[in-house]
C-alpha cells in the first residue's frame, strides 16, 4: 500500500535545470522510481550525462525556458519522447547575486524570466494534457529567500517570493481538475548555485548552525519530500511551500 501511495512508476515527468544541482538531483530520483522523464536545460553535453546515468527511462530537451518565442516547440519536444507529462518539476534558476545598489535591468529581467515567468507559461502548456488525464503534479522550486531577504538577493528574492503566490494561484486555478500544485524550498544544498556558499567553510558552517538539525543538505535528503508531492501521496496537498531547509527558517 505504501509503495503504491508514492509511486510514480509509468508517470511521464518533465525536469527543467536537469543538466545540474537539485534539478539533476530530481530528474535523476523520478528516473530511478520508475518515471519517465524528459530533462530539459540548455547544457546539450550536461544532458546527455544525465540521461546515460538516468537509463532508459531519460530522455532530453535542448531549450531554454525563458524563451517564450520558442515555447511551442520546446513543449513539442517535451511531449515528443512519451507523451503529455503528468508530472513538471520546475529546478531552473539564476541567481545574479547583485547588491541592490548594482542590480540591472538585464540581471532583473534574466531572473525573473527564468526563475518566475517560465514556470508559468510552462505549465500552462502543459496544463491541458494533465487535465485531459485528470491528474497532474506541478511542483515549483521555492527557497529560504522566499520568506528570508539575503544580502545580494533582490532580485532572485522577489522572483522566489512569486514563486510562493504562485504556487498559490496555481492551487486555486487547477486543483479541481486533478492538479495539485505546490512547492519544495531548499535549504543550503551543495550545487552549482551555491558554490558561492560552500566554497566559504566559514559561511558554510554558520549556515548549518542556524539549522534546527545542526547541518547542511544533502542532495538525498531531497528525495523523500520530492517523491511525496509528486505522487498520490499527496493528493490532497495543494498551495503549499514545504521547506526543505533543516529547520532554518523555524528559527
Known amino acids: 500500500m505504501a509503495d503504491d501511495l508514492f509511486s510514480v512508476k509509468g508517470r511521464v515527468a518533465c525536469v527543467t ?7 539533476r538531483h530530481a530528474a535523476l530520483v523520478l528516473a530511478r522510481a520508475g518515471a519517465r522523464v524528459v530533462g ?3 547544457r546539450e553535453d550536461a544532458l546527455r550525462d544525465w540521461a546515460a546515468e538516468a537509463g532508459e527511462h531519460a530522455a532530453y530537451v535542448v531549450a531554454d525556458v525563458a524563451d517564450r518565442d520558442a515555447l ?11 507523451g503529455a507529462p503528468q508530472i513538471v518539476v520546475h529546478a531552473a534558476g539564476v541567481n545574479t547575486r547583485q547588491a541592490a545598489d548594482e542590480v540591472t535591468p538585464e540581471g532583473w529581467d534574466a531572473t525573473l524570466a527564468l526563475n518566475l515567468t517560465a514556470p508559468f507559461f510552462l505549465t500552462q502548456a502543459l496544463v491541458p494534457g494533465m487535465r485531459a488525464d485528470g491528474w497532474g503534479r506541478v511542483v515549483n522550486f521555492a527557497s529560504l529567500q522566499t ?4 544580502p545580494g538577493g533582490i532580485a532572485y528574492g522577489a522572483s522566489k517570493a512569486g514563486i510562493g503566490q504562485l504556487t498559490r494561484a496555481m492551487a486555486e486555478a487547477w486543483s479541481r481538475d486533478g492538479i495539485t500544485a505546490n512547492a519544495i524550498g531548499p535549504g543550503f544544498f551543495p550545487t552549482e548555485l551555491t558554490q558561492a556558499v560552500f566554497g566559504d567553510s566559514d559561511r558554510a558552517a554558520r549556515n548549518a548552525a542556524q539549522t534546527c538539525i545542526g547541518r547542511n543538505g544533502d542532495l538525498s535528503d531531497m528525495d523523500g519530500p520530492l517523491l511525496f508531492l509528486c505522487s498520490e501521496a499527496s493528493r490532497y496537498v495543494t498551495g503549499q511551500v514545504l521547506m526543505v531547509d533543516g529547520g532554518f527558517t523555524a528559527k
Do not use: D, Y
Open 72 to 82: 511551442p516547440e520546446t513543449v513539442a519536444a517535451i511531449r515528443a519522447p512519451f
Open 40 to 42: 530539459v536545460a540548455r
Open 17 to 23: 535545470g536537469a543538466s545540474s544541482g537539485l534539478g
Open 147 to 150: 520568506t528570508r531577504a539575503f
